[in-house]
């Protein structure tokens, strides 16, 4: 089981390529099955087992959640748009899409609230579902620290006063009625206009999510002394003016300078523990007072920490330039 749950990731991003490559059901299964080594039964029988969800039932989700990204960002035809992605019709798609969202694509496109576009696995699956490293580093390239001056923007997001780490976030957050780790990576994917989104539909490492510290006088004191609320969200345009969900908060974060410990590109499934406590190395060690900076704790300034193995492993935190 563990194997396939470090096959997963591997099935999502080729099932994407596979979409916009716009393969029809029996082409995607057949790729898989060509590139994993498995029958196409046996796949589809793990997907389940693992997912809890039809493997076909997951393609037509995400067929339509790319869809969904091109009625709401381009002006193409509903026709054309649902031909591309798989629906014999104007009319099966248009069935198709108010089933999963609610609402019909002519009135997603002419008010696009926020929707759920699911996926099967969490972000960050390897804090989720234990996985075993083995603590050695292949890369070379060391912490990077370097000083910038993030703009005003808004952040979107859920908080939780009382986790301490990302694994703990999640658990006590599953517990309350729509703010599961589930509901709020799907409702996060579906807002329009986030500042580290990459722009893949939503659902991959640059998906512009990311866990963040919020300096609050009731969070929990962390290990470095200040109270933090845990939250995850989205960062967002200072004029972002879109509909919020119920369930989250939406925060002004004003123009501010910060500190940012960076490792480049990593092996996921081998080095994020040995990459985490290099930049907690880091992070330690820093001579703040030699910098003539220190850190802020001024309740309402955010500490952000972006995972993207691809790219980065990188902590973003909040300064302030010390007295003369």
């Known amino acids: 089981m563990r194997a396939w749950h470090d096959q997963m990731q591997r099935m999502l991003d080729e099932i994407d390529a596979c979409i916009r490559a716009h393969e029809n059901d029996e082409m995607t299964l057949h790729v898989l099955s060509e590139r994993l080594g498995y029958s196409a039964f046996y796949i589809s029988r793990k997907f389940r087992e693992i997912s809890g969800m039809q493997f076909r039932a997951y393609l037509r989700l995400r067929?339509?959640?790319?869809?969904?990204?091109?009625?709401?960002?381009?002006?193409?035809?509903?026709?054309?748009?649902?031909?591309?992605?798989?629906?014999?019709?104007?009319?099966?798609?248009?069935?198709?899409?108010?089933?999963?969202?609610?609402?019909?694509?002519?009135?997603?496109?002419?008010?696009?609230?926020?929707?759920?576009?699911?996926?099967?696995?969490?972000?960050?699956?390897?804090y989720l579902i234990g996985k075993e490293e083995n603590g050695m580093m292949n890369t070379t390239e060391d912490v990077k620290t370097y000083f910038v001056t993030i703009p005003a923007h808004k952040f979107l997001h859920i908080r939780n006063y009382e986790s301490i780490g990302f694994w703990d976030f999640w658990q006590k957050q599953n517990q309350i009625p729509g703010q599961d780790c589930e509901t709020i990576c799907a409702l996060l994917a579906g807002v329009r206009g986030k500042l580290d989104d990459?722009?893949?539909?939503?659902?991959?490492?640059?998906?512009?999510?990311?866990?963040?510290?919020?300096?609050?006088?009731?969070?929990?004191?962390?290990?470095?002394?200040?109270?933090?609320?845990?939250?995850?969200?989205?960062?967002?345009?200072?004029?972002?003016?879109?509909?919020?969900?119920?369930?989250?908060?939406?925060?002004?974060?004003?123009?501010?300078?910060?500190?940012?410990?960076?490792?480049?590109?990593?092996?996921?499934?081998?080095?994020?523990?040995?990459?985490?406590?290099r930049i907690e190395a880091a992070m330690k060690a820093f001579d703040y007072p030699a910098s003539g900076y220190a850190l802020d704790m001024t309740p309402g300034r955010v500490f952000y920490y972006f995972h993207d193995p691809a790219r980065y492993f990188r902590y973003v935190r909040p300064v302030k330039r010390c007295a003369e």
Request: charged share 20%; proline share 8%.
């Open 198 to 277: 990459l722009g893949d539909s939503g659902m991959s490492s640059g998906s512009g999510q990311v866990i963040a510290y919020i300096n609050e006088p009731t969070g929990r004191i962390c290990s470095w002394g200040i109270p933090l609320a845990e939250a995850y969200g989205a960062r967002l345009p200072s004029g972002w003016q879109g509909e919020v969900p119920p369930q989250m908060q939406l925060m002004d974060v004003p123009e501010g300078e910060y500190i940012v410990f960076e490792h480049g590109p990593f092996d996921a499934e081998k080095e994020t523990a040995a990459v985490e406590t």
């Open 63 to 126: 067929r339509l959640a790319f869809a969904l990204c091109e009625v709401r960002d381009t002006n193409r035809g509903f026709l054309e748009i649902a031909l591309d992605y798989g629906f014999s019709s104007h009319e099966a798609f248009t069935r198709a899409f108010r089933e999963a969202y609610g609402v019909t694509p002519s009135a997603y496109r002419r008010q696009p609230v926020p929707v759920s576009l699911r996926t099967c696995l969490h972000p960050f699956d390897c």
